[in-house]
């Protein structure tokens, strides 16, 4: 934690803090840009089919099951500045691929499965690496704040990550706006080396360590707990369904609605305005209702609202629909935050990374398995079908945090016992 950040009734008045919210602006802004412009480049440069698509989704996120685990017991062992560092520079050459292979000749729809591949792997490593990192840096005090704080500034890219995008992607191409994206990456990086606060050295670093053990450690301390069990499961089931439905959603607006590339951007920017009022407002909630029934109520409120796209058409009847997926990202934030907090408070410092990528690898492990049902699902119903089976599972994802201690849980204890 920086000296002073404790002392400050900001944490932007914080450098160093400052520092990650500056570089979680940058790499946030070129994740979006990649979020828009690959699958677009699947689509329009390279004419791929719906079930194309859903193996690119697949492939996007199929990273947590295959190294998720091990990612955690690994950055439990080293500081995890080096990891965010190291991990967005190698990201940003990645993403460069794709332009240089358009701009030479080679691309396929294969490299965009290599490119998402890797991609997705390196951010398990970075993701695991961030949120194990905060709590170093501004101490458990702060936790809901820095969430907050840090969310808010993920929205607004969110919001201007595919505006700018649109325009991008009509004016160069979809392979050549990727180089914004690797330029946003290149920059994090720089601005994560710029932090002063250094971590302390992990308990136990640089002696051996079985790593299957760690992992099976990671595993039972979060399985072994109500609260953090029901939100790793109530996740899973909502990032199957999330999944299955932003596959059909790009191809959806694109052929069944007709809308352009600057016309999906800016359907996309209005999620990112539901998510920065969620950001914004995450703190208050949580605090007024508690972080435990947010948990169950956000999704239970926002989600039913998806089911709006299927039914659209230009005109009036998107305008509501682009606002049921506002609301699911208003929903989507507001629980994030205060899951995320829940988390991180209930973790001892030793097993934040075990802790993380435990609940990455079981509630992000159904995404790859989605983007194939949605893919699959699209080719076998149609879009529309499939928007509407995957907004009944994110509507249902509320039930494992209500049928558990989170639905009367107003006040968070200390980090739970290792054995408990």
Known sequence: MSPHAGHRTGLLRDRDFRLLFAATALGQLGDRVVFLALPLVALATLH????????????????????????GAWVDRVRK???????????????????????????????????????????VFFDVSYASYLPHLVGRAKLLEGNSTLSAVRSATGIGGPALAGPLVGGFGPATTLVASSAGMALSALLALAIRGRER???????????????????????????LRATVLGDALFNLSLAMYQTMLLLFLRRTVGLDATGV????????????????????????????????????ATCPLTALMPLAHPGAGLYAAAAGLSALSFGGVVRVVAQSSLQQVLTPDGLLGRMNATARFVSWGGLPLGGLLGGAAGTAFGAPATLLIAATGMTLSFLPAFLSPLRVLRHVPGPLRVDA
Do not use: N
């Not at 791929?48 to 990612?71: E, I, N, R």
């Not at 560092?85 to 292979?101: E, M, N, Q, T």
């Not at 972080?291 to 239970?300: F, S, Y």
């Open 48 to 71: 791929a089919d719906a079930f194309q698509v859903g193996l690119l989704t697949a492939a996007t996120t199929a990273g947590s099951l295959l190294v998720g685990l091990p990612a």
């Open 81 to 123: 500045r080096e990891v965010l560092i190291g991990a967005d520079l190698a990201r940003a050459l990645v993403l460069f691929s794709v332009p240089a292979a358009r701009w030479s000749g080679l691309l396929t729809v294969e490299w965009l499965y290599g490119v998402a591949l890797v991609h997705g792997l390196l951010t």
């Open 201 to 227: 050295k992990p308990a136990g670093a640089g002696t051996r360590r079985r790593l299957r053990r760690e992992v099976l450690e990671g595993l039972r301390f979060v399985l072994a707990h109500p609260a």
């Open 265 to 300: 951007g800016l359907v996309l920017s209005g999620m990112g305005c539901g998510a920065l009022l969620g950001a914004l407002s995450a703190t208050w909630i949580a605090r007024r209702i508690g972080r435990g029934t947010v948990i169950w109520l956000a999704p239970l």
